[in-house]
């Protein structure tokens, strides 16, 4: 069984200031994955881990951060957020070709 | 975008009814992904179909893939409530690791 756990589950932000997310895994999966999610959309990949190198999407590049400090752990860091960063983060863990996600943390800039 | 004009459609039917959700897909896939995301929770995975299959069965649901016409449907045989999700497809064309697209998904509400 695979649990992937994200923490916080809610959190609100000021405009300006940074936001750290963290997510956790209990099985060992060589990938991880960070995707942002808005109402009524679909997820959007946003950056991913395959064991310890980092690859990010392009359109996303500047302003998503990521860290891997071993392979359970895996954050999302943004360095100053804006109103167009509430959204919801889910975040996965796979290998092959099954991704498995976690609950998501719910994110609400002002 | 890897998908077709697809915006999250709503749909309603009653418990008991067959439905059947499509997606269609513009670029190659090596494997069709069906997730269904619960309110207050992340995706799960509920049926995989790879490119060399036609069709798929996991207890109620039914996965096809057409890759001529590249396009995926997803089909529930006797809705239940607890059936009630948004669904999701997304496909697959990475070949050492899993790099999903979604398309727009498919909100299902059964109702009693």
């Known amino acids: 069984d695979t649990t992937v756990k994200q923490n916080p589950r809610y959190k609100l932000a000021r405009v300006g200031k940074p936001v750290n997310l963290i997510c956790s895994q209990t099985?060992?999966?060589?990938?991880m994955y960070w995707y942002q999610k808005k109402p009524n959309q679909a997820p959007k990949l946003l950056l991913f881990?395959?064991?310890?190198?980092?690859?990010r999407e392009a359109d996303t590049f500047e302003k998503f951060q990521s860290s891997r400090p071993n392979n359970s752990f895996c954050s999302l860091y943004i360095g100053s957020a804006g109103l167009e960063y509430s959204a919801m983060y889910l975040c996965?863990?796979?290998?092959?070709?099954?991704?498995?996600f976690g609950p998501g943390t719910r994110l609400l800039v002002l | 975008s890897q998908w077709g004009e697809e915006n999250l459609q709503a749909l309603s039917i009653q418990e008991g009814e067959d439905v059947t959700m499509n997606c269609s897909y513009k670029?190659?896939?090596?494997?069709v992904h069906w997730y269904r995301q619960d309110s207050g929770r992340g995706p799960a995975l509920i049926i995989l179909?790879?490119?060399?299959?036609r069709e798929k069965r996991s207890g109620r649901l039914r996965a096809t893939l057409d890759t001529s016409s590249q396009s995926s449907s997803l089909s529930i045989t006797a809705a239940q409530c607890e059936d009630t999700a948004v669904y999701f497809c997304a496909t697959d064309a990475s070949s050492s690791f899993s790099k999903l697209v979604f398309g727009q998904g498919t909100s299902l509400s059964v109702v009693p």
């Open positions: 099985m060992n999966h060589d990938t």
């Open positions: 996965a863990a796979g290998t092959g070709d099954t991704q498995y």
């Open positions: 670029t190659y896939t090596t494997v």
């Open positions: 881990y395959y064991d310890k190198i980092l690859n």
């Open positions: 179909i790879r490119s060399n299959e």
